[in-house]
T-cell receptor, first 109, second 114 residues
């Protein structure tokens, strides 16, 4: 199955770091790992993507395991506006994004 | 920048009616796609296009048609609406079809078929 495995939900406190895990044990050597998030009643929003090495951007960091079978999205300092469903996505053989149900992130003030 | 624009935002159809969901992007992206999202689930690919004049089926294409006459526009047609097509529809575009660049999504069309 090309879908990734994520926890259904996670809770975190505001202004603390958040580590969102993802398992993708069947990933091929050329598949990118993508993360998108979806705020309530909005379209998905790109967060970050990577292939092998760790990646950083203004929104988050992506840590990819050396064997590429798992990865972790890191929000360095969560705010209430980061409450969303976070999707860890890989591509299939036709380069299409394969979406699972994602992780609902709850931020507690 | 407008990005990806979808119209309408909301629509109610009667069973058997047809309609077209509009999608336009102003980023000169070659790759465009349509997804549907049912409650509590991730997105499922309906159809996609890798350039003007080229379309292909995704995971759930039945009951939907697409065409791509220009780079900017990628309309989705429901041929004969059914209650099972009640869903939120998202259009997306990206520079690369190979999943190596970010995808931009519209705000969605919430469709109810009664």
């Amino acid at each position: 199955d090309a879908k990734t495995t994520q926890p259904n939900s996670m809770e975190s406190n505001e202004e603390e770091p958040v580590h969102l895990p993802c398992n993708h044990s069947t990933i091929s050597g050329t598949d990118y790992i993508h993360w998108y998030r979806q705020l309530p009643s909005q379209g998905p929003e790109y967060v970050i993507h990577g292939l092998t090495s760790n990646v950083n951007n203004r929104m988050a960091s992506l840590a990819i395991a050396e064997d590429r079978k798992s990865s972790t999205l890191i929000l360095h300092r969560a705010t209430l506006r980061d409450a969303a469903v976070y999707y860890c996505i890989r591509t299939d053989s036709n380069y299409q994004l394969i979406w699972g149900a994602g992780t609902k992130l709850i931020i507690k003030p | 920048n407008a990005g990806v624009t979808q119209t309408p935002k909301f629509q109610v159809l009667k069973t058997g009616q047809s309609m077209t969901l509009q999608c336009a992007q102003d980023m000169n992206h070659e790759y465009m796609s349509w997804y549907r999202q049912d409650p509590g689930m991730g997105l499922r690919l309906i159809h996609y296009s890798v350039g003007a004049g080229i379309t292909d089926q995704g995971e759930v294409p039945n009951g939907y048609n697409v065409s791509r006459s220009t780079t900017e526009d990628f309309p989705l047609r429901l041929l004969s609406a059914a209650p099972s097509q009640t869903s939120v529809y998202f259009c997306a575009s990206s520079y690369s079809r190979k999943g190596t660049t970010e995808a931009f999504f519209g705000q969605g069309t919430r469709l109810t078929v009664v």
